[in-house]
């Protein structure tokens, strides 16, 4: 294979002739946890999370009890009782009120919560500070490798960097350990101090997973901390959120985001200190981009000044390749492949050479615009081994991801002189990191909206992600540098934007913005706005219309709201966004029914009487809408055609080096006068 590093897997250990077979050894290091003689003799300093009790319904006046665990893996959460008063939070759900602290009672031998007079056949939920008895990434490798027939393997317990005496313990820890090991050359970081929502069930099977969560970052130390420099405080609620835990589909509060921002402060200021550690120790700092990396925003405003050298994360598709190799503030990126050498994949009736095959086809779209500096594979080498004609294959694949850097020297490709901005409630924050709810794995809710990241990863455009707040506040000048707008995803979601599109300041700058020029896309329900429609507190004047921008678009959302109107759509028969597509449009899940409100909109995909794909001019600008865009080679043509028709610039469609196959894609180099497809 060619490999110039190593590095250890989560439970193994490398033989002492590893530095003596490549340049650089990597070793894995937890700052979080890993010393179990320290965090047994120190109980008060485990990771806190908070959790939602399941509902339960009053039948009656009599006292409604709730066991705050229930439905919960009691090996990895025990309720954290300290200040309970402050930090848990009764709530009739049927209502949205809290119930007062003198209305409920709490046995800590049972775990269980009384609520003493509850109104009949209203609903109750506890939300409840809870002590992480077992750290999320260990208890996954855990139970994925069978590690409970081993005697040696210890059920490792998480210790909070803010909890006194843990950040002296980890200064220490890592100084001893540097020493002690020589060999090392990178200290691969599993991230660092908080993991990401990961909650199993009383199976011990995954309950609950978001890897943008910051439920586990919570503590009493860090909820008086952030209460002190803010001068408000946080309610159990700002973190459970209903149920929803501030899943990154829910369009964030203003509390949501200051506690983002707390968090990250802290973790980067710490987590600098560990990197100087290292660098004083003559070492390179790696951060592995997932496990614990909350408040390792790696597209914040802190993380360049941790000084890490290298970021490395687990690819499993071009936008999440994208995500890691247009990191700022690093020397170098480095992307590991799928599949992981577990046994879940390396096991009879795998496929590790298909997943193989698909996680290099899918992320090499992604290389070629935005090349990572390295690759590699993790897991346990002895499972791979197992299975020749995969380890042939990677071969084959590490090959071709250096004839990549040695024909282009560094070099980046061509883009076509389109600006394109996403715009969501997250903006740059989650750059590449939109509508995934564990990495990139597929969900029926997603892949309809994902697959236009996914496409914009391996097209060649300049792709910034804007947020609406930046557009309210900034107004036209937000849109200064961008010729074509893209607001996609379902109604009332963080990526559709939902009520935010009341904000007479966000509609007013687009239609401007297109108005002048500028193009905007739409896909599936966007600037939807479901929940003010004929409200009288706007003024009793209902806006008559779903979609904020149906103007723009020219299409709208029909909700049986006006069934009485007649229409006579028809589909236009030559359009050039469809030019070289053969008609076979996959858009992935039913938005709902999309009409035409503007006769001079041309439809251009149509089914079972809706508008699947349509174009409209507004003044100078233009509008597209497309229902929905799940990856593949025939959608990223047809997003591609659809940018620069929407930017006035089909006539150059013959100088951006686009493949007369839809099914090719090209990757132009100027200076190399290369070209990869």
């Not at 820890?173 to 050359?185: F, G």
């Amino acid at each position: 294979l060619g490999a110039d590093a190593v590095r250890n897997s989560d439970g193994t250990w490398l033989p002492e002739i590893a530095s003596e077979l490549v340049d650089k050894v990597y070793s894995t290091y937890f700052p979080a946890r890993g010393d179990q003689e320290f965090a047994l003799a120190h109980p008060q300093t485990l990771v806190n999370q908070y959790l939602l009790s399941a509902r339960h319904t009053a039948l009656g006046t009599a006292a409604l009890e709730i066991d705050v665990m229930e439905g919960y893996f009691r090996d990895q959460f025990a309720p954290h009782y300290e200040r309970y008063e402050r930090f848990w939070e009764v709530t009739d759900r049927t209502t949205g009120q809290v119930v007062p602290t003198e209305n409920w009672q709490l046995d800590r031998q049972r775990g269980v919560v009384t609520i003493c007079q509850p109104t009949p056949w209203h609903e109750y939920t506890v939300a409840f500070l809870a002590d992480q008895l077992w750290d999320s990434t260990q208890m996954y490798n855990y139970i994925t490798n069978n590690w409970q027939d081993d005697p040696t393997r210890v059920k490792e317990r998480p210790y909070d960097a803010r909890k006194h005496p843990v950040w002296e313990h980890t200064r220490q820890a890592l100084t001893d350990w540097l020493e002690a090991h020589p060999e090392v050359d990178v200290v691969r970081f599993t991230t660092f101090f908080y993991h990401f929502t990961l909650v199993f069930n009383e199976s011990g099977k995954e309950k609950f997973v978001d890897w943008f969560g910051y439920s586990a970052s919570v503590s009493p130390e860090a909820l008086d901390a952030f209460e002190a420099e803010y001068g408000y405080a946080l309610r159990a609620e700002d973190f459970v959120d209903a149920g929803y835990y501030n899943c990154p589909f829910r369009s964030p509060s203003p509390q949501f985001l200051d506690w983002i921002d707390f968090t990250s402060r802290f973790v980067a200021a710490k987590a600098k200190e560990l990197v100087d550690i290292a660098h004083a120790n003559g070492r390179e700092a790696m951060m592995f981009l997932g496990d614990n990396w909350i408040g390792m925003e790696p597209y914040g405003p802190y993380f360049p000044s941790i000084k890490m050298d290298a970021v490395v994360g687990s690819v499993g598709s071009a936008a999440t390749c994208r995500m890691i190799s247009d990191i700022p503030g690093v020397r170098y990126t480095e992307g590991r492949f799928l599949p992981y050498f577990f046994p879940d994949v390396f096991r009879e009736g795998g496929d590790p050479l298909g997943e193989a095959n698909e996680s290099w086809r899918t992320a090499r779209r992604a290389i070629v615009r935005s090349p990572l500096d390295r690759m590699g594979y993790g897991g346990y080498l002895s499972l791979a081994l197992k299975f020749p004609e995969f380890i042939d294959r990677v071969e084959e694949i590490l090959a071709e991801f250096r004839s990549l850097h040695e024909a282009t020297g560094g070099e980046k490709p061509a883009c076509a002189p389109v600006r394109v901005a996403v715009l969501n409630a997250w903006g740059k924050l989650r750059t590449w990191q939109t509508h995934m709810v564990a990495h990139a794995l597929w969900y029926k809710q997603i892949h309809t909206y994902l697959g236009v990241i996914e496409a914009l990863a391996g097209l060649p455009f300049d792709v910034r992600f804007m947020s609406f707040d930046e557009v309210i506040n900034g107004g036209d000048s937000s849109l200064g540098d961008v010729d074509v707008v893209i607001n996609a995803g379902a109604a009332n979601t963080a990526f559709s934007g939902g009520e935010v599109w009341e904000d007479l300041r966000l509609q007013d700058t687009l239609r401007r913005f297109v108005a002048r020029g500028g193009g905007f896309i739409g896909v599936g329900q966007p600037t939807a706005s479901l929940g003010t429609q004929g409200q009288a507190d706007r003024g009793g004047i209902c806006r008559g219309s779903i979609f904020a921008l149906a103007d723009v678009l020219g299409v709208d959302q029909e909700i049986s709201w006006s069934l009485s109107k007649d229409r006579y759509d028809e589909v236009v028969p030559e359009h050039f966004i469809t030019a070289d597509l053969d008609g076979d449009y996959v858009f992935g899940e039913d938005p709902g029914d999309v009409v035409v409100t503007d006769p001079d909109t041309s439809v251009l995909v149509m089914e079972r009487g809706s508008v699947r794909a349509s174009a409209h001019d507004f003044c100078s600008g233009r509008g597209v809408y497309l229902a929905g865009l799940t990856w593949s080679t025939a959608n990223s043509r047809l997003l591609h055609r659809a940018i620069m028709w929407a930017a006035h610039r089909e006539d150059q469609w013959d100088c951006v080096l686009a493949s007369s196959n839809p099914d090719v894609e090209v990757a132009w180099y100027p200076k190399s006068q290369l070209a990869f497809i």
